[in-house]
């Protein structure tokens, strides 16, 4: 079964003006719910769409979830063309465009986010490989050794991949869009044919950029740039900015990564494992410094911090549950632009974004918490 994709195209992207407004009309909710970055206003809670399955069930609760989240202030919706089969991305399509249609959001308010690197699945197919053939290698997109680990760094397939994920979302422009754990192809080729790769991959959405169909462009990763730098995963973030200025000049659109946060992955703020120029610190740190914004993922660990232990529960008192407590934290991290969770329900997205109406912690009880 393939679910449809939008039938409407929405023209526009996220804009300055248009998330100002957003901001505006959420006022009554607490300043520190929205933050400035790449020139827009973005909510510190986001919504993923990483878990489920591949049906409508799923489908209809992400839509109910999608639908009450950007009636309550969030703006940001993250998603990868791989997530469920392409499913994520429809969904989100049939949502936001129902509720532009309806009036209750404007397309430039919200800031659509997805990723493409990963082998791609129409759904669930009987025969993967030869669905992979079909679709990929014998039309000349990719050939075999292209993938690596189910990943791929090739500026046709990215092209493919974002042109797809354009239609899954019924958009005109994906406002950010990330190349997905390339880290993953350090298993397979040397250091320096990966820099070739990126580099090629980040000359084709500059050029994706330039023709209106992407507004800015990162890299979204789970172990690269958590890992120290001497392991074989570890991801320089001042060396793909570097890739990002030989394929755009000085005015390259790498402006936005991603990587997780949260109480029990605490490297992007903890662990020094970038270097810049001569010095050393977390990718946080380096991302302030290299002018890119830093998206969490993540924040809830899957599900699986939503107990934590009593001592550390009770430093984070102004909230009503852990899991509002573990994302208390990290969308708090200095430096952070928006904390993503998955949100498939209504209860879940009534419950995390509760948070909307009370301050982040600041930056003496959050450095409190590594003390």
Sequence with gaps: MTIPISTRTLAGRATPDGTARLRQRFAHLDQGFFRRALGL???????GTYLGEPDAETDRAY?????????????VLDTAINYR???????????????????VVSRDEIVVCTKGGFLSFDGQPADAKQWVKETFIDPGIIGWTDIVAYNVMHPRYIRHQLETSLRNLGLETIDVYYLHNPESQLQGVPRPQFMERMTACMQELERAVAE???????????????ADPSKPSALSLDELVGAARAAGGDNHHFRVIQLPFNLGMLEAFGKATQIVGED????????????????ASGSLLQGRLTRLPPALAAMIPDADSDAQRALQFARSAPGLASALVGMK????????LALAARPPLSAA???ALFQ
Excluded: K
């Design 280 to 295: 050393r610190m977390p990718t946080l740190q380096a991302a302030a410094r290299l002018g890119v914004t830093a998206f």
């Design 85 to 103: 089969g392409q499913y994520s991305e429809r969904v989100i399509g049939r949502a936001l465009g129902a509720l532009v249609a309806e009036g």
């Design 345 to 352: 329900s209504a209860d879940h997205v009534r419950h995390n």
């Design 212 to 226: 209106g169909l992407v507004g800015a462009y990162g890299a979204a990763t789970w172990d690269g740039f958590r």
């Design 41 to 47: 206003d973005l909510s510190s809670i986001g919504l």
């Design 365 to 367: 009880e959050f450095a």
């Design 63 to 75: 839509g109910e979830a999608i639908r009450l989240a950007l009636t309550l202030g969030c703006n």
